[in-house]
Nanobody
Framework: QAQLVESGGGLVQAGGSLRLSCVGS????????MGWFRQAPGKSREFVAR????????YYADSVKGRFTISRDTAGNTVYLQLNSLKPEDTAVYYC???????????????????WGQGTQVTVSS
């Protein structure tokens, strides 16, 4: 059974850093684009970052560009999200997911992904 498990969240002060990990199992995720999303209380899930299967291209939401970095290991089944210069508005549950290969819509929509992990909480204090 394909599964993604996120870890690395926690409580950090504004300006601090965290590194999130997303480990895949039960399926070869290395050939799939992967995405990170986040969801704050009372808000809808929003796109954060995406990386292609080869790792050659990355995409970011404007709100995190220049502060967050998505990457994946050489085996391809682990995806990372480095969070720097954190702000209180970055507080949310962060999820990773695998892109659906046959989806032709915009990559910023959650419907374009499956195999969602359980999420990891990131809390940034001011």
């Amino acid at each position: 059974q394909a599964q993604l498990v996120e870890s690395g969240g926690g409580l950090v002060q504004a300006g601090g850093s965290l590194r999130l990990s997303c480990v895949g199992s039960g399926r070869t995720f290395s050939t799939y684009a992967m995405g990170w999303f986040r969801q704050a209380p009372g808000k809808s899930r929003e796109f954060v970052a995406r990386i292609t299967g080869s790792g050659g291209a990355t995409y970011y939401a404007d709100s995190v560009k220049g502060r967050f970095t998505i990457s994946r290991d050489t085996a391809g089944n682990t995806v990372y999200l480095q969070l720097n210069s954190l702000k209180p508005e970055d507080t949310a549950v962060y999820y990773c997911a695998a892109a659906r290969p046959n989806y032709r819509g915009s990559y910023v929509f959650p419907i374009g992904y499956d195999n969602w992990g359980q999420g990891t909480q990131v809390t940034v204090s001011s």
